[in-house]
């Protein structure tokens, strides 16, 4: 170019409207702009520009090669495009600067921007695409800023850091490439804030084993891999990170990572939303979690720290229940844990089960001495911490249960001591591998505490064949070996059917040795249940209506599942419904008329009054 070859040092040259075809390099400091504006004037090179001296190019398309920065020069681009490189687009090396507005590096065979040395560079407001290699690739110490840039189609990541370099991008998206859209594996610093992640084949932001990274206000959808991965090693800051329709987890912390995820978003992936590696330890603060089929998935050996994390729309829930909050007093305010001797005095006023109550303080005992003799350096004798409660419905199975979880809790046999109810339901999936997420998941919500399985039998039909209970159970008993000093789970159900639950699997056989006998209640104890809805409610029995109470259950049938408890509850209720039709057609009823309850509101009291 004729006018290039005889410009001074700092030149500044005007191209006229056209293409041009040449063999450009700059030796020397130059401005070359486009007098017609920027497309105005293409510039179809015959190999690659070497720029060694400072350069800023406005306007102007390069065709056919890249540019290459060298040295200490610094290349200024404004509102340029290079397409079509054979190789490289724009490349810097050893102390070279880049600064970029506006500008386009797109159709190229290989990076779109490579930085490699101690280069640096700052893009605003740039697009980087449709690249053969990696969009951008930054190695050595390189550092580059970009700002509300596009970097999009490229075959290999959209961003790639490496070695000891460094990134920073605010605002912006990547999208559509056939790896990650940002994977970073360096020492230096990765600062990324407000930009969007979209439709990557692989993960969407990769934190490399060893790399430190922020990441803020950013949004990742539609990885076809994972959302975001926090490899071997890796920290991650994460904040305000939305985290959407992931191919796999949502966020992957891998063994030994650490970090920190808070005000965070996951929702619509197809692994649990985030798993969380083998002594991996991150912090998950103020998360919500929703419109996933699991939650979190947590290695034996990892340690997560859960702060506020809220659940919605997931259909398997492994979040850890918080420990319980104290107890309340009757006047509302807290109160202290219930002592030891105050839950035996509440196991001891429950109606009935006389054998269960033996039962229970035997073991208590056998616990206090266990205690005891550790406390003085002796090995404690067996105890049998796993429980069959074997009766019917309405017994007091899942009361006592309660109570049992508390009373080991102030023996310090169990971190908490709550109960988590389970069913076959909670369970067993519905295809196959969903039943084992979902029996961990009911499990370690439980651990510290009480894992109630009622109707138990039910995970061992018979002429089961392949049924997904029986994975159930065996998952049950691996749990059961790995967190042997950490939970107690009882099995419930008709006594029947509980034995031959236990004998469906030789591992239950082995950890179920100990079977409480719920007996049903008698028509007496039945009425005292009774009496206490009765008071609950503030009601009073009239003349000869407890002796109708006792009447009406002392005529019942009792059947194979007769209900108990629920039958006395049951009762009640028919009594107040009974009572209030009564009592509607008085004009002017007193208050003994509103509280007392007659025989003749009792079923059986009235048919043979009828019938008398």
Same mark, same amino acid.
């Given at each position: 170019?004729?006018?290039l070859?005889?410009?001074?040092?700092?030149?500044?040259?005007e191209?006229?409207?056209?293409?041009?075809?040449?063999?450009?390099?700059?030796t020397?400091?130059?401005?070359?702009?486009?007098?017609?504006?920027?497309?105005?004037?293409?510039?179809?090179?015959?190999?690659?520009?070497?720029?060694?001296?400072?350069?800023?190019?406005?306007?102007?398309?390069?065709?056919g090669?890249?540019?290459?920065?060298?040295?200490?020069?610094?290349?200024?681009?404004?509102?340029?495009?290079?397409?079509?490189?054979?190789?490289?687009?724009?490349?810097?090396?050893?102390?070279?600067?880049?600064?970029?507005?506006?500008?386009?590096?797109?159709?190229?065979?290989?990076?779109?921007?490579?930085?490699?040395?101690?280069?640096?560079?700052?893009?605003?407001?740039?697009?980087?695409?449709?690249?053969?290699?990696?969009?951008?690739?930054?190695?050595?110490r390189?550092?580059?800023?970009?700002?509300?840039?596009?970097?999009?189609?490229?075959?290999?990541?959209?961003?790639r850091?490496?070695?000891?370099?460094?990134?920073?991008?605010?605002?912006?998206?990547? /999208?559509?490439?056939?790896?990650?859209?940002i994977? @970073?594996?360096?020492? &230096?610093? $990765? #600062?990324?804030? =407000?930009? %969007? +992640? !979209?439709?990557?084949?692989?993960?969407?932001?990769l934190?490399?084993?060893?790399?430190?990274? /922020?990441?803020?206000?950013?949004?990742?959808?539609? @990885?076809?891999?994972? &959302?975001? $991965? #926090?490899?071997? =090693?890796? %920290? +991650? !800051?994460a904040?305000d990170?939305?985290?959407?329709?992931?191919?796999?987890?949502?966020?992957?912390?891998?063994?030994?990572?650490?970090?920190?995820?808070?005000?965070?978003?996951?929702?619509?992936?197809?692994?649990?939303?985030?798993?969380?590696?083998?002594?991996?330890?991150?912090?998950?603060?103020?998360?919500?979690?929703?419109?996933?089929?699991?939650?979190?998935?947590?290695?034996?050996?990892?340690?997560?720290?859960?702060?506020?994390?809220?659940?919605?729309?997931v259909?398997?829930?492994?979040?850890?229940?918080?420990?319980?909050?104290?107890e309340?007093?009757?006047?509302?305010?807290?109160?202290?844990?219930?002592?030891?001797?105050?839950?035996?005095?509440?196991?001891?006023?429950?109606?009935?089960?006389?054998?269960?109550?033996?039962?229970?303080?035997?073991?208590?005992?056998?616990?206090?001495?266990?205690?005891?003799?550790?406390?003085?350096?002796?090995?404690?004798?067996?105890?049998?911490?796993?429980?069959?409660?074997?009766?019917?419905?309405?017994t007091?199975?899942?009361?006592?249960?309660?109570?049992?979880?508390?009373?080991?809790?102030?023996?310090?046999?169990?971190?908490?001591?709550?109960?988590?109810?389970a069913?076959?339901?909670?369970?067993?999936?519905?295809?196959?591998?969903?039943?084992a997420?979902?029996?961990t998941?009911?499990?370690?919500?439980?651990?510290?505490?009480?894992?109630?399985?009622?109707?138990?039998?039910?995970?061992?039909?018979?002429?089961?064949?392949?049924?997904?209970?029986?994975?159930?159970?065996?998952?049950?008993?691996?749990?059961?070996?790995?967190?042997?000093?950490?939970?107690?789970?009882?099995?419930?159900?008709?006594?029947?059917?509980?034995?031959?639950f236990?004998?469906?699997?030789?591992?239950?056989?082995?950890?179920?040795?100990?079977?409480?006998?719920?007996?049903?209640?008698?028509?007496?104890?039945?009425?005292?249940?009774?009496?206490?809805?009765?008071?609950?409610?503030?009601?009073?029995?009239?003349?000869?209506?407890?002796?109708?109470?006792?009447?009406?259950?002392?005529?019942?049938?009792?059947?194979?599942?007769?209900?108990?408890?629920?039958?006395?509850?049951?009762?009640?209720q028919?009594?107040?419904?009974?009572?209030?039709?009564?009592?509607?057609?008085?004009?002017?009823?007193?208050?003994?008329?509103?509280?007392?309850?007659?025989?003749?509101?009792?079923?059986?009291?009235?048919?043979?009054?009828?019938?008398?």
């Open positions: 170019m004729s006018l070859a005889s410009a001074s040092d700092g030149a500044v040259v191209i006229p409207a056209g293409g041009y075809r040449e063999q450009l390099s700059f020397r400091p130059v401005t070359l702009i486009a007098a017609d504006g920027p497309g105005s004037v293409t510039i179809e090179l015959d190999g690659p520009c070497a720029v060694r001296a400072d350069t800023e190019l406005r306007g102007l398309t390069i065709s090669a890249g540019l290459l920065v060298l040295g200490a020069s610094r290349l200024r681009l404004s509102d340029c495009v290079v397409r079509g490189a054979a190789s490289t687009g724009v490349g810097l090396r050893d102390d070279a600067r880049l600064s970029a507005d506006r500008s386009h590096i797109t159709s190229v065979s290989g990076n779109g921007l490579f930085l490699g040395g101690d280069a640096t560079a700052r893009l605003v407001g740039c697009e980087l695409g449709e690249t053969a290699f990696s969009a951008v690739h930054l190695a050595g390189a550092e580059l800023e970009c700002e509300d840039c596009v970097v999009f189609s490229s075959a290999e990541h959209g961003v850091v490496t070695e000891e370099s460094s990134l920073r991008i605010d605002g912006g998206t990547v /999208r559509d490439c056939e790896l990650s859209g994977s @970073a594996q360096t020492a &230096g610093r $990765v #600062v990324l804030s =407000g930009c %969007t +992640v !979209r439709k990557t084949e692989r993960a969407g932001i934190i490399g084993e060893g790399t430190t990274a /922020r990441v803020e206000r950013c949004r990742i959808e539609q @990885a076809g891999g994972t &959302g975001l $991965v #926090v490899w071997t =090693g890796a %920290t +991650v !800051r904040r990170v939305v985290v959407a329709g992931a191919g796999k987890n949502g966020v992957f912390f891998a063994e030994d990572s650490h970090g920190e995820l808070e005000d965070c978003e996951i929702s619509h992936t197809t692994y649990p939303a985030i798993h969380v590696g083998e002594r991996a330890d991150p912090q998950l603060r103020a998360l919500h979690i929703h419109d996933v089929d699991q939650d979190l998935d947590i290695a034996e050996s990892a340690r997560p720290r859960l702060i506020d994390v809220r659940v919605s729309d259909a398997v829930s492994t979040l850890p229940l918080p420990p319980p909050g104290p309340r007093a009757a006047g509302g305010g807290p109160d202290e844990a219930p002592t030891l001797e105050e839950l035996i005095g509440r196991l001891d006023n429950l109606i009935g089960l006389g054998s269960v109550k033996r039962d229970v303080t035997a073991m208590i005992n056998v616990m206090r001495l266990a205690r005891r003799r550790m406390e003085i350096g002796l090995p404690p004798p067996p105890t049998d911490r796993h429980l069959v409660f074997a009766g019917n419905p309405g007091g199975k899942t009361t006592v249960a309660r109570l049992y979880g508390k009373i080991l809790h102030a023996l310090g046999m169990i971190e908490h001591g709550h109960l988590v109810e069913d076959r339901s909670m369970l067993v999936g519905e295809y196959v591998g969903h039943t997420p979902k029996t998941a009911a499990f370690r919500k439980a651990l510290g505490g009480v894992l109630f399985i009622d109707e138990a039998y039910a995970l061992a039909p018979v002429g089961g064949g392949n049924d997904f209970g029986q994975e159930a159970v065996a998952t049950l008993v691996k749990l059961m070996e790995d967190h042997r000093d950490e939970i107690v789970v009882i099995v419930a159900g008709y006594p029947g059917d509980m034995q031959r236990i004998d469906s699997n030789p591992g239950l056989a082995s950890r179920f040795t100990r079977t409480l006998m719920f007996d049903d209640y008698s028509a007496e104890q039945l009425a005292d249940i009774v009496d206490n809805q009765v008071a609950e409610h503030r009601y009073e029995l009239g003349p000869g209506t407890r002796a109708a109470i006792v009447r009406h259950f002392a005529s019942q049938f009792r059947e194979a599942g007769f209900g108990n408890g629920r039958s006395a509850r049951q009762l009640f028919t009594l107040t419904e009974r009572h209030a039709q009564r009592t509607a057609l008085i004009a002017e009823p007193t208050t003994r008329d509103l509280t007392v309850l007659s025989p003749e509101d009792v079923p059986l009291a009235a048919s043979e009054s009828a019938a008398g």
